[in-house]
Nanobody, 124 residues
């Protein structure tokens, strides 16, 4: 079992930055691929970024490439999402997810564990 707790969300003006953190329980964190997803009101949950268990491979949805960076610290059992140049359309609840694989999954059904989410609101 893996438990995930997100933090770092908040209200920020357009063009600003936030760093989300996701703290994971369990001694096998380093064996899990990690992902960030987001869900805006009235929309489906969508993929944002993912990182391999080693941290050596990453994947991003096109709309955040060049603005967001996913990273992980396996010694701290934590994955991060650095978000720069935020836009109002980034407003959503952001979720952290984990799955035991060497791949870098980009769809919700490939992930087994989810956090409770953290709200990110970007004002114009």
């Amino acid at each position: 079992q893996v438990q995930l707790v997100e933090s770092g969300g908040g209200l920020v003006q357009a063009g600003g930055s936030l760093r989300l953190s996701c703290a994971a329980s369990g001694r096998t964190f380093r064996r899990y691929a990690m992902g960030w997803f987001r869900q805006a009101p009235g929309k489906e949950r969508e993929f944002v970024a993912a990182i391999s268990w080693s941290g050596g491979d990453t994947s991003y949805t096109d709309s955040v490439k060049g603005r967001f960076t996913i990273s992980r610290d396996n010694a701290k059992n934590t994955v991060y999402l650095q978000m720069n140049s935020l836009k109002p359309e980034d407003t959503a609840v952001f979720y952290c997810a984990a799955t035991y694989t060497i791949q870098i999954p980009t769809t919700t059904h490939e992930y087994d564990y989810w956090g409770q989410g953290t709200q990110v609101t970007v004002s114009s």
